[in-house]
């Protein structure tokens, strides 16, 4: 069982930057950062394979958001810049252990969330 604990999050004016973190307590082949804001269905912002250092990005962060793990690979990050209104949500890491889940993008183990509040 791998237990996530985000931290990080709060409230930024628009243009802003915050970073949130991760860490993990046991193994895990993929990480990601995933975010819900009211009425929304959850989205995958960013995600990353533990052992290669390979990411990728939703099209809505590409270029500002920028997903890393510590160099002992146990703390997830989520550097965020030029925060917009519409990046308000409750973020969420989430991990898996399997290769065909981080390939069918099925993430077993979450986070309690931090919420991200970027007013205009």
């Known amino acids: 069982q791998v237990q996530l604990v985000e931290s990080g999050g709060g409230s930024v004016q628009a243009g802003g930057s915050l970073r949130l973190s991760c860490s993990r307590s046991?193994?895990?082949?993929?990480m990601g950062w995933f975010r819900q804001a009211p009425g929304k269905e959850r989205e995958e912002v960013a995600s990353?394979?533990?052992?290669?250092?390979?990411?990728s990005y939703a099209d809505s962060v590409k270029g500002r958001f920028t997903i890393s793990q510590d160099r002992v690979k146990t703390t997830l990050y989520l550097q965020m810049n030029i925060l917009k209104p519409e990046d308000t949500a409750m973020y969420y890491c989430?991990?898996?252990?399997?290769?065909?889940?981080?390939?069918?993008?099925?993430?077993?183990?979450w986070g309690q969330g931090t919420q991200v509040t970027v007013s205009s």
């Open positions: 989430a991990a898996a252990q399997d290769f065909s889940q981080c390939t069918r993008r099925r993430f077993d183990y």
């Open positions: 046991e193994y895990a082949v993929c």
């Open positions: 990353i394979y533990v052992a290669s250092d390979r990411t």
